[in-house]
């Protein structure tokens, strides 16, 4: 599950820079950068009168390789035992299924190497990308979602959290989810920095690997070609 290097420095250069820049227009310099590292997240009035949050960056992300996956779907189990005491695919932070998803113009001669839209029957498994700015941290109305500050996992605080589901609707794909037995929305917090999907895992087929390099596997353009990794 190598990616080129041209791409995986391609892509730590423009991550770098991005946040970079994110620093300077919000106006925080250093001292907003040491706060975002110290307290996970932290918000900020900008010069043009917007607010905007500063998160602090994972310290990794969990990658699903489709070609060694089995199906087994052990992951989902131990991620539910550990995390809620219970086994649920349902709630599970990493979710399985099968890629069958044609898209509206139906069966293309590409189904066998086509992904996403027009589907080709891999087994996939979603996983949470700990995304520099998170879209369920964003929504979430009562700021229930921050960066832990061991591992920079986003996680919810399940005092805080409401329940109302905002943070299931906006990530793209679908991995925070409210349970319905406690009311209260879970999402992957990295088991501490050790994962136990992965460890669980009896092919290697879902791997922990620090930031810059599951970056370069999830988002680089020649991910899903180069790695399998679901992008």
């Avoid at 890629?99 to 839209?117: C, E, K, P, R």
């Avoid at 998170?134 to 409401?162: H, N, Y």
């Amino acid at each position: 599950m190598d990616t080129t290097k041209s791409a995986h420095e391609g892509e730590s250069k423009r991550s770098t820079s991005s946040r970079r820049e994110f620093l300077r227009i919000a106006g925080t310099g250093l001292a907003g950068a040491f706060a975002a590292a110290a307290f996970g997240c932290v918000s900020f009035d900008t010069r043009d009168g917007r607010k905007v949050k500063v998160w602090a960056t994972s310290s990794g992300a969990i990658v699903h390789d489709p070609n060694r996956c089995v199906a087994c779907r052990r992951c989902e189990t131990a991620c539910t035992v550990r995390n809620d005491g219970k086994g649920s695919a349902y709630i599970s932070r990493i979710k399985v299924s099968r890629n069958l998803n044609y898209g509206i113009d139906g069966v293309s001669a590409a189904y066998a190497t086509s992904v996403g839209q027009m589907g080709n029957f891999r087994v996939v498994g979603e996983t949470c990308r700990q995304c520099s700015h998170p879209a369920c941290g964003e929504a979430c109305p009562a700021g229930a979602i921050s960066a832990d500050k061991k591992t920079g996992a986003r996680v919810v605080d399940q005092r805080k959290c409401v329940g109302c589901g905002a943070c299931e609707r906006a990530c793209p794909w679908g991995i925070a989810t409210v349970d319905p037995e406690t009311e209260k929305s879970t999402k992957c917090l990295l088991c501490g920095g050790d994962p136990n999907c992965a460890k669980n895992c009896p092919t290697g087929a879902v791997r922990f690997y620090p930031w810059e390099e599951a970056e370069a596997l999830l988002f680089a353009p020649s991910a899903d070609a180069t790695s399998g990794a679901t992008a």
